[in-house]
């Protein structure tokens, strides 16, 4: 069965600082594994996966993600966050029919 | 670019009533899905569609949910007797389900109000 873990409802960091979102799976096989942002009152927008080569994967606004296989881990980072980077992130890994999200992390980045 | 669309993007509602939600994937695109958030809840999976046939749906997707693909553009989700606990954020979206180009791209929604 396949399954994501968020253990963070919430991380506050400040502008400026680097940030980290942490994301745990269990699959069977391969992982695809997917971050996607959520603003207030839209739909979700992909940033990054991870299908297969470089653990470390770079996506959209900066935001990259490492990929190791033997924490079963995909944390989302940031090296310097910017207030506008406040949102609802998901992290999701996949097979062809459906995406399992994990529960959402709110990233609240302060002034 | 290229994006999913939906429409109406708030559908209210009286319990007891069929709604259906309408939804234009990107074009090239394969795969469909539709997808349900129920308000600050995590994203939940209802229903995939391939070659016009449900290819998966979860324990969510009851005998009141259906899907069609009528055309060759739209694709919508009909609940036929909408209840209370229906109200959610409902998304859809698709993608080319390749190998190296598996991402989904979502809607920006149907907000559904169920009175």
């Known amino acids: 069965a396949q399954s994501v873990a968020q253990p963070e409802d919430q991380v506050n960091v400040a502008e400026g600082n680097p940030l980290t979102v942490k994301c745990t799976y269990s699959v069977s096989g391969n992982p695809y594994l997917f971050w996607y942002v959520q603003y207030p009152n839209r739909g979700l927008q992909f940033l990054l996966k991870y299908i297969t080569g470089d653990n470390l994967v770079k996506g959209s606004y900066g935001f990259e993600a490492e990929f190791n296989k033997s924490q079963t881990s995909f944390h989302l980072k940031k090296p310097s966050a910017l207030v506008s980077d406040s949102a609802l992130y998901f992290c999701a890994v996949s097979n062809f029919n459906k995406f399992y999200f994990g529960s959402g992390t709110k990233l609240n980045v302060k002034p | 670019e290229p994006e999913v669309t939906q429409t109406p993007s708030h559908q209210v509602t009286q319990m007891g009533q069929e709604v259906i939600l309408r939804c234009v994937p990107i074009?090239?695109?394969?795969?469909f899905y539709w997808y349900r958030q129920i308000l600050g809840q995590k994203v939940e999976f209802l229903v995939s569609f391939y070659n016009n046939e449900i290819s998966e749906k979860s324990e969510i997707f009851d005998d009141q949910f259906s899907v069609e693909r009528p055309d060759g553009s739209n694709f919508t989700l009909k609940i036929r007797s909408t209840k209370l606990e229906d109200s959610a954020m409902y998304f859809c979206?698709?993608?080319?389900?390749?190998?190296?180009?598996?991402?989904?791209?979502f809607g920006p929604g149907t907000r559904l109000t169920v009175l």
């Open positions: 074009s090239n695109h394969l795969y």
């Open positions: 979206a698709s993608s080319a389900g390749t190998i190296t180009n598996n991402e989904q791209f």
